[in-house]
């Protein structure tokens, strides 16, 4: 069994004028494919791993021979981030995008408010020097903003689980925005899934 190229919930130009087509076509089939491809290259030969949900490779690389650990890393950690980033982007719908309910409440407790919490995540994008992602992730009920370079997340380094995520490696908006990341940071809140967010939260805290 390999891992597959998830399919979107939605067409390659369905989160314009935010995020492009032709952006948002290259990072699904070529970078995810990339990902993906070199992943299952790494675990030919290892059926004990392979067979695995991508989230039990990632939280137990210490268990992985110590050759092919930093390949599973990076393009495990790819896969799953990007498979994740998907899910968690929707297309816009005109009207104010924030969450509600709890999470919303945990934001508000958590960064004093939304637009706070907006404000601290996006500045974490701006600092991330390089290639990386920025998360909004839960461990032990608490809510917590994180950073980490190249495919890394907060599975990798027992941070949390990850609710929400962005990806600020310059392939995610160079062709739109080119070096103006703190533009694409903007335009994304318009395309946040905050349904699947809500999702991941109330699956992850009690
Ligand atoms: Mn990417």
Redesign the pocket.
């Known amino acids: 069994m390999s891992f597959t190229l998830p399919q979107l919930a939605f067409q390659y130009n369905a989160l314009e004028p935010f995020l492009d087509e032709q952006t948002m076509t290259i990072?699904h089939t070529k970078?995810?494919q990339a990902y993906l491809d070199k992943l299952n290259d790494a675990l030919k030969g290892l059926p004990d791993f392979s067979e695995k949900p991508i989230e039990e490779l990632l939280i137990n690389l210490d268990t992985l021979p110590e050759e092919k650990r930093n390949t599973i890393r990076n393009n495990g950690g790819?896969h799953f981030?990007?498979s994740k980033?998907w899910e968690w982007m929707n297309p816009p719908t005109g009207g104010e995008n924030k969450p509600q309910g709890e999470l919303l409440e945990a934001i508000n407790s958590t960064f004093e408010s939304f637009e706070k919490f907006k404000e601290l995540f996006s500045n974490a994008g701006l600092g991330r020097f390089g290639s990386g992602w920025i998360w909004l992730a839960t461990k032990d009920n608490k809510l917590s903003i994180l950073s980490t370079p190249n495919q890394d997340n907060p599975l990798t380094d027992n941070s949390g689980m990850p609710i929400l995520g962005l990806?600020v490696?310059e392939?995610?908006y160079y062709l739109k925005y080119q070096n103006r990341r703190a533009e694409y940071i903007e335009a994304w809140w318009n395309i946040v899934n905050w349904n699947k967010v809500t999702v991941d939260f109330n699956e992850n805290n009690s």
Do not use: M, P, T, V
Request: negative net charge; aromatic residues 18%.
């Open positions: 990072h970078h995810h790819g981030n990007h980033f990806d490696w392939h995610a």
